[in-house]
Each structure stands twice: as C-alpha cells, then as structure tokens.
C-alpha cells in the first residue's frame, strides 16, 4: 500500500497511542488485582506497591484503591479519546495540505487547520460517498467534542449522531467495542472505558487506510512523482542536499542527476512501490518540485 509521509507518521503515532492505552490498561487491572487479594482491606495501597514509583502519594485502603483502579478506564476515556480524535485531525490536515498543492484535487481555500473538522472529512472524501468508517468518525468527533466542552456528558448531538447512524455502522462499533454505545439520557455521562477506546482506535485507523486509498486514487502518475520527489526532499536534512546537489531539467547529463534519480528510484521503491514509478517520471517530479 501507497504510504504517503503524513500517513507514515500517523501510523508510527498510533501506534504509540495504542501500545501505550494498552499499557495503562493492563497496569490497572493488574493493580486492581493485586489491591482485591490484599489480606486486610484496609492496609493501605502503598504498602501492597511500595516498590512501584509514586505509589506513596496514594494514601488510600486497598479497597479504596480497589474501587479508583476499577474506574480507571472509564478516566482514561475521557483522556485518551479526545487525543486520538486529535490525532486523527492532524493526519486529515497534513493530508489536505499535501493535497492542495493540485488545485483540483481540495477546491475549498484557506488554511485547513482553521476548518471545521467535518469540513476536513469531507474534502477528503473527493466526492465519493460516506462509509461506514466516515459515519463513526463523525460520531467520535461529537463525542470528543462533548468531552472536551461538557464535560464529557452527552449531549443532544451525541445521542442524535448515535440514532442516525446505518445499521451497518452501528454492526460496526459494537463489534469493535463488543457491546453498543450506552447512555441514560442527556446530560448524564455515558458508560465508557477501554472497549469505546479501543473502538476509537479502530475507527481512526479505518479511516485512516480509506483516506490513503482515496488519495491514490484521486492522484495522477505525474502528482505521485511529484510527491515522491517532495517526500525524498524533506524527509532529512540528508535528503535535502542530495536533491538539490545537481541542476534541475538537464536529463541524464550529469552523473550527479544520475544519482539523484537513482536515489529516488530508491525511495519510491521502499514506500511507493505499488506505483511502480519509472526514472522518467521521478525525474519529472523532481523537476517539478525543486
């Protein structure tokens, strides 16, 4: 699969976030365990962790700290959702702004990160229709957006989002999360924790892949190079002065350029290589973007 640098680094970002929600999920049961074996409930946490950093701050019973570890995934939603949907944005942006460099491609103007975000979404849907990834992105993007100004309470546009969602969509969450989005009514928080975590990871990272997919798509031969050309360049500082060692536009002249395609040629191949670009092309691409 085509990986164009921003989705690149969204990848490596992700999966730092997943590995590390994973991470703190795993230490508080882990710490709820240890808490709900403690011989005498009331001993205090500290003493049952006592090896383990900052764990002298917790002044609290073992059945005390039984109950906080047991809650734990519920404060980590509220945390850790709105950073995912942060993310996310970030790789939509970055991917717009790649994108309006072809003026066909992104017809709305302006800096995209001062769009709306459902502005984003749908710029980078190139006209094709909503899928079900689309659909559930939207509705974390509400949600985040209640946990972020209401305190996490669900809000009309929560619940509203949630009942318009298509059967396939709503399939979709539940068997992400293993269980339906839950919610008394408005103004009350809804049931939260690592499964609606986990179901946001999820849905980012589909939406993810389809974007790159719609982006292959919506891209000539002739912008690919370009890109890849632009990859190569601002990758490293390396990179840079390699790709400006030798004058633009002189053909196969000089061994420098030479080497400078074939360096590309190299790139190409390591992150573009379902394209299968041809020297020609690299070497217009790169013309294009010096």
């Excluded at 050309?229 to 840079?240: E, H, K, N, P």
């Excluded at 670009?277 to 010096?290: F, I, K, N, Q, S």
């Amino acid at each position: 699969m085509i990986q164009y640098r921003a989705f690149r680094t969204w990848q490596a970002m992700q999966k730092r976030s997943n590995n590390s929600i994973l991470a703190l999920s795993v230490g508080a049961n882990h710490a709820r365990r240890e808490m709900s074996q403690a011989p005498d409930p009331e001993v205090r946490a500290r003493m049952l962790l006592n090896a383990v950093p900052l764990t002298e701050r917790l002044d609290v019973t073992a059945a005390e700290a039984t109950k906080i570890f047991e809650s734990a995934a519920t404060d980590m939603a509220f945390l850790a959702i709105p950073q995912v949907m942060a993310l996310h944005i970030e790789l939509c942006v970055e991917t717009i702004v790649e994108c309006q460099r072809f003026p066909s491609l992104i017809r709305r103007k302006g800096a995209p990160g001062k769009w709306q975000v459902p502005d984003l979404h749908e710029a980078l849907r190139f006209g094709k229709a909503e899928t079900s990834a689309d659909e559930l992105l939207d509705f974390c993007l509400k949600l985040r957006n209640a946990m972020m100004h209401g305190a996490g309470k669900v809000n009309e546009k929560v619940t509203k989002r949630w009942e318009r969602l298509s059967p396939a969509a709503v399939a979709r969450w539940q068997s992400l999360a293993g269980r339906p989005f839950t919610y008394t009514k408005v103004g009350v928080l809804p049931t939260l924790g690592w499964p609606e975590i986990m179901a946001t990871l999820a849905v980012t990272k589909e939406s993810a892949h389809e974007i790159n997919g719609r982006v292959r798509g919506a891209l000539t031969r002739a912008q690919w190079a370009e890109v890849i050309a632009r990859d190569y360049r601002d990758s490293t500082t390396v990179g840079r002065r390699r790709f400006n060692a030798a004058p633009a536009g002189h053909g196969v002249a000089g061994p420098e350029l030479d080497r400078v395609v074939q360096r590309l040629q190299g790139h190409a191949m390591t992150y573009y290589p379902d394209l299968a670009m041809t020297p020609a092309e690299l070497r217009a691409g790169r013309d294009a973007v010096r």
